[in-house]
């Protein structure tokens, strides 16, 4: 279900798309707030909050000291409050030092209160390298999220998305994590994808958590994917077309819940299986993917499937080093190839 | 007991010793000069973070240069520094490799991390270097290096430097807690530069002075105000000599100055001083110290500059000319391999 108010054709690009969301939604609740690092004046250093600060001002829109455990954990308290923190965790690869109040306290104190206390709480961080930024902030790490047990994860791709899975997040009673990658953001500083300046509606614009989207239709191939990878993915796909390879392309768009029928229905369809994942190869939601769809019915499968990952590796920092381990237009066509060989 | 000490601005510091903290604030300054000039000459059209031969983000220390002069000056190779995402001052006045270092800059097999690390993540194990991404974080280990010295019985030390903006993270006291208590060799340094990326001193610590959080840990805490490398060089040799009697650790606060952007590419719009930075560079107030001093003149001064540029344009000359790493061996040294050390 995807309401719209009204037809649009004003584009967006994600960040503003998203900032958007926030902005709608905290002028219907007051009790809707955003904290982090640098998100106040500056608009987040990925342009989460842009133009938030000038509308809503320092006492809605916050600037935190470094210390992540203590605002995290005040997000957790506020929303057991009643109130609806969005809190920002600036880099995915900062969780480190914050890890306990996500996974151990806002993921865990709706079950442990045996669901009496609820934690309708956002934390909102980026992912992804690709611009030479090192080991340490160049992860996406979503894997470890859904990991762990009791908060939802959604990865929006395109601006409506990321406007439409806020404002489920905000409303959501559970903890949402809200990872966008830096390269769907369509910030001026980095490589511009054309996919992540699209048309944004206008008004209340809901996208549901886990429901995955058919972001192209094909009968031969099945890719399965998220994030940035479906702006890669679908650049290859148009270029297969011209060799009359037809490949259907999801987008998971959430990993928890994760939408299994509308992965399930296309491999039934296409009988082959790509998995497209920018997070590290082992443990994570490729192995998860294929997992789902042989334990479903190992018969879906015409041919063994592939999985185009980052390597159980740290992200190295130069930049021919880091291309050979993301996972690339080449690397994602020469997998397809194979499962259609 | 807790002191918490402001030194005297008539400064007894030999002239040679001045002189030599003068030749690292200039080698330092001339160095990143250099680097802002490799690091913008290939992010066009526009600026791609991604671009160029030295991608990602780029931290510069121009301003801070008195703190790491002044408090290095008192090191040998055998003492211990990690320093932080900003490293490259600390990094030389240590004493780093300036090829190796710079060449890990230019993402080269020659670098110091092979070309892995990149510029927030350099590792000398020759002069017992490192710095790290994530905030706060390099003074754990600091601890671990004090340790390992103390228990073989030398009198060599651990620095641990951070930000102002660090010193709320959990780490930051936690360390100070362990080193007080075990009495570990550490002298724990605060670079108190007024920012955290846009978030000014007075938005994000709740005391006016780190040195007085020393306090909380029963070890000395010393402020040097006014970014005065001969204040620092006091106060510093003080509490190294301190650390190398085995009387403990100890921290420095010294309040300094960040030229530039948080990071190549700030735009710097939240920053309120900038019209008048440029007046307090601490580089010719030095000069015209030295000068008023019968230091230094003009051909002392242009000798400097000249030594300092022949040894950076050497250095940028050979990351220039060395090879890049080969893509086929970008997931290498994620474990020991047989005989590599
Ligand atoms: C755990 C963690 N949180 C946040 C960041 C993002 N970050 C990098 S530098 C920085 C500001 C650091 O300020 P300060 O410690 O004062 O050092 P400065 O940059 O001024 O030298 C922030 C927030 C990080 N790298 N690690």
Redo the contacts with the bound molecule.
């Keep these: 279900m995807t309401t719209t108010a009204a037809p649009t054709t004003r584009r967006l690009n994600t960040a503003k798309a998203m900032a958007e969301a926030i902005a709608q939604e905290m002028r219907a609740n007051p009790e809707v707030f955003y904290l982090g ?2 998100v106040g004046p500056y608009g987040g ?1 990925f342009g989460s909050t842009t133009g938030l600060f000038e509308e809503f001002g320092p006492s809605r829109i916050i600037d935190t000291p ?1 210390s ?1 455990t203590a605002f995290i954990g005040l997000g957790i308290g506020a929303a057991v409050e009643g109130m609806r923190p969005i809190v920002e965790l ?2 995915a690869d ?1 969780m ?2 914050c890890l306990d109040q996500i996974y151990n306290h806002m993921a865990k104190i709706h079950f442990e209160s045996g669901g009496n206390v609820t934690v309708p709480m956002v934390l909102t961080t980026a992912v992804g390298g690709g611009y030479s930024d090192g080991c ?2 160049s992860q996406t790490l979503w894997g470890t999220f859904a990991h762990l047990p009791g908060m939802k994860v959604v990865v929006p791709s395109n601006p409506a998305d990321a406007k439409g899975l806020m404002t489920s997040a905000i409303r959501d009673d559970a903890p949402v994590v809200y990872m966008f990658h830096k390269g769907v953001m369509g910030l001026p500083w980095m490589a511009k994808n054309r996919r992540s300046i699209d048309v944004v509606p206008e008004g209340e614009h809901v996208v549901p958590i886990g429901k995955a989207a058919v972001a192209r239709e094909g009968g031969d191939v099945t890719v399965v994917t998220l994030s940035l990878s479906v702006h890669h993915t679908l650049d290859v796909a148009e270029q297969l077309e011209g060799e009359g390879v037809s490949v259907e392309v999801i987008d998971l768009r959430s990993l928890v819940p994760l939408d299994r029928e509308t992965v399930l229905a296309s491999v039934a369809k296409t009988g082959r299986l790509v998995v497209v994942d920018e997070d590290y190869h082992s443990f994570g939601l490729s192995g998860e993917i294929l997992a789902s769809v042989v334990e479903a019915d190992p018969g879906l499968l015409r041919a063994a499937p592939r999985r185009v990952t980052t390597p159980d590796a740290p992200i190295p920092y130069a930049h021919g080093l880091e291309q050979a381990v993301l996972p690339l237009h080449d690397r994602i066509t020469a997998a397809i190839r194979e499962v259609l060989a | 007991m807790t002191t918490t000490v402001t030194p005297p601005q008539d400064h007894d510091t030999s002239s040679g010793v001045r002189l030599d903290l003068y030749r690292t604030m200039v080698l330092v300054r001339t160095y990143e000069m250099a680097i802002l000039r490799e690091y913008h000459a290939d992010k066009g059209p526009g600026f791609d973070i991604g671009k160029g031969l030295v991608p990602g983000e780029m ?1 510069l ?1 121009a301003g ?1 240069e008195p703190v790491a002069a002044g408090v290095c000056a008192h090191l040998t190779e055998d003492d211990a520094v990690t320093a ?3 490293p490259h001052h600390f990094a030389i006045a240590h004493g780093i490799d300036l090829e190796a270092m710079t060449a890990e800059i230019f993402g080269r097999e020659t670098g110091l991390g092979r070309g892995r690390g990149g510029h927030m993540h350099l590792f000398d194990p020759k002069t017992h270097f490192s710095c790290s ?5 390099g003074y754990p280990p600091a601890l671990g290096q004090a340790f390992a010295f103390s228990r073989r019985g030398t009198d060599r030390i651990a620095v641990a430097v ?6 709320n ?1 959990g780490a930051f006291h936690e360390s100070l807690n362990l080193a007080a208590l075990w009495h570990l060799p550490v002298v724990f340094v605060v ?3 007024q ?3 846009s ?1 000014p001193r007075s938005a ?1 610590t709740a005391v006016p002075s780190n040195a007085d959080r020393a306090a909380a840990y029963g070890i000395p805490g010393v402020r040097v105000e006014d970014n005065d490398v001969d204040a620092v060089f006091e106060a510093a040799g003080e509490l190294v000599a301190r650390a190398r009697r085995g009387e403990g650790p100890s921290l420095l606060e010294v309040s300094t100055l ?1 030229l530039l952007g ?1 990071f190549e590419g700030d735009a710097q719009g939240y920053r309120t001083d900038l019209d008048e930075v440029n007046e307090h560079d601490p580089i010719p107030r030095y000069e015209a110290r030295l000068r008023e001093a019968g230091l230094l003149d003009d051909a002392l001064r242009d000798e400097v500059a000249r030594e300092a540029e022949e040894r950076v344009e050497a250095a940028i000359a050979f990351a220039k000319d060395s090879p890049l790493p080969d893509p086929a061996e970008a997931t290498r040294y994620v474990f020991p391999e047989e005989g590599s050390r």
Excluded at chain 2, 133 to 137: D, L, N, R, T
Excluded at chain 2, 162 to 167: K, L, M, R, V
């Design positions: 690092e640098d250093i470094i992540e600036m880099f900062f480190g030092v340490q902030h | 931290h220390s801070q932080t995402h900003r991404g994530i905030i706060a974080e951070t930000g102002e903006g660090a010193a993270q670079e108190d530069n920012w955290g990326i978030v994000s960040r948080h």
